[in-house]
């Protein structure tokens, strides 16, 4: 509903300020504080006036008194003006979904952008959610199936800002290795 995904095409949904609430609601519940609060401050930003935004309000102001600094942990990812194509809106779910912290399930987004919704024609969106893909996986301790994504990215789209960050990622992962690709869990710390 955030992005448009399931809402009849040349509307907007009603239901944003809500499901962005709850995008927040969802990451703090897994464990991961940081990016429910940048999805409660880019609520606040977005729509200050819907009463999800004082929902938000009021659970950073809990959060502030026990001591989180949570204006230094910025703001989620805005949404593009016009969501009206499935690239674009599947694209835009798998950043939210990268920014909460859910690098499987925000690849499967960033798949579709890729070879789903193309109906066999180009988008300008692919480079990036190959390169993005990429990302997922080294989020996930994949560093193979990184490097892959990010090699695709150069040898499919080689004059494209995403093959510039995609060169760069392939550097880095060379230099610094498994070091890049350890998966992160709360409760345990790196691995």
Not at 86 to 111: F, I, N, T, W
Request: net charge neutral.
């Amino acid at each position: 509903m955030l992005c448009d995904v399931y809402t009849p095409k040349g509307e907007a949904s009603p239901h944003r300020a809500y499901s962005r609430y709850r995008m927040g609601v969802c990451a703090y519940e897994l464990g991961v504080p940081d990016p429910a609060v940048r999805q409660w401050q880019r609520l606040i930003a977005d729509t200050p006036e819907s009463p999800w935004s004082s929902r938000a309000g009021r659970v950073l102001s809990v959060l502030r008194a026990e001591g989180i600094n949570v204006t230094s942990l910025g703001v989620a990812p805005a949404l593009p003006d016009d969501l009206s194509s499935s690239p674009v809106s599947r694209y835009a779910l798998a950043e939210q979904l990268l920014d909460c912290g859910l690098p499987l399930v925000a690849s499967k987004e960033y798949l579709k952008v890729i070879h789903v919704v193309t109906a066999g024609r180009p988008n300008p969106l692919q480079a990036e959610a190959m390169h993005k893909l990429g990302v997922c996986h080294q989020r996930l301790g994949r560093l193979d199936l990184a490097r892959a994504a990010w090699q695709r990215t150069v040898d499919q789209f080689p004059d494209s800002p995403s093959a510039q960050r995609a060169r760069l990622a392939l550097t880095r992962a060379d230099e610094f290795g498994e070091m890049l690709a350890v998966p992160y869990d709360p409760a345990e710390g790196p691995r």
